[in-house]
């Protein structure tokens, strides 16, 4: 206490010309408008600037909450797109009226572990059981197909990648219904191969190849990628098509995990056919 009471003796005079000045510029912004509109654009120019920043500070610490928003907005966009999908390519003019929700829900999950450079690649997403994840769901990203669930934990899941050797699933051409068997041959990431095309089949390079819809895994529609060479096996009568994929399978943060709400349904029904035959 002392010590701030000699401060004060030592300083009084330059103290006592900054608060006249203080005064005397209190006085003047109040009888001058023009110096009260400046200091009023100067405070605000100021505080501003403080509130951006503070604004942006708390914007970056809630990324994480913003980029699960928007994951689970992009879901429920899926689901309807899935829905709006399936009645515009429905031959039933009376299941337009009875659909009322989507064959497939789309749940947002996160990449912890994405290996592409081996040949059976296994991916690791925060997302298992407790978030109703399972084995034989399709995974997808905006850009095209990632994989198939292979196991899960309660908090965790590992995905059979599409860079592996043991993933196979139909595939289609996007212009025709003319389909074949999509599988990697442990080689490039960005390149996979369509087996036993139909000759048939109408076959460019650059057209699209998406997924049939024949598997209870994944839906019609789904982009893979676009035809980058062909051949054509004369003694089968089958293409072979390479195609790049859409998806950079070598940068993967988040992913949508498909549930298809009929699969056992389906299930049981294959089965119930099987058994007969």
């Known amino acids: 206490m002392q010590q701030i009471i000699n401060f004060l003796i030592r300083n009084k005079n330059f103290l006592l010309f900054a608060f006249l000045f203080f005064i005397s510029l209190v006085f003047t912004i109040q009888s001058h408008s023009y110096h ?41 966009l899926r689901e309807n797109e899935s829905k709006l999908y399936s009645i515009t390519n429905s031959s039933d003019s009376l299941s337009i009226y009875n659909t009322t929700e989507s064959q497939f829900k789309y749940i947002p999950a996160r990449v912890l572990e994405n290996p592409y450079s081996k040949t059976d690649n296994i991916i690791t997403l925060k997302a298992g059981k407790r978030d109703s994840i399972f ?56 390149i996979m191969t369509v087996i036993d095309m139909q000759e048939q089949a109408h076959v460019k390079i ?38 790049r994929l859409f998806n950079d399978m070598t940068n993967l943060g988040h992913v949508y995990i498909i549930k298809n709400i009929d699969k056992e349904e389906i299930r049981t029904l294959e089965e119930n056919n099987t058994n007969e035959e």
């Open 206 to 243: 650059g057209d699209t190849i998406e997924t049939s819809g024949q598997s209870a895994i994944f839906p019609k529609g789904i982009p893979i990628g676009t035809i980058e060479n062909f051949e054509l096996d004369n003694s089968k009568n089958f293409y072979t098509l390479s195609v």
């Open 36 to 76: 009260k509109s400046k200091f009023v654009n100067s405070a605000n120019f100021l505080s501003g600037g403080v509130y951006e920043s503070l604004s942006n500070m708390q914007d970056y610490f809630n990324l994480k909450t913003y980029n699960q928003q928007l994951l689970e907005e992009n879901a429920r």
């Open 135 to 190: 084995p034989e769901m399709g995974v997808i990203t905006s850009q095209g197909i990632v994989g198939f669930i292979e196991k899960t934990s309660t908090k965790y899941s590992t995905v059979l990648s599409i860079l592996n050797t043991n993933f196979k699933t139909s595939a289609k051409l996007r212009a025709s219904d003319h389909y074949g068997t999509l599988e990697w041959n442990g080689q490039d990431p960005n």
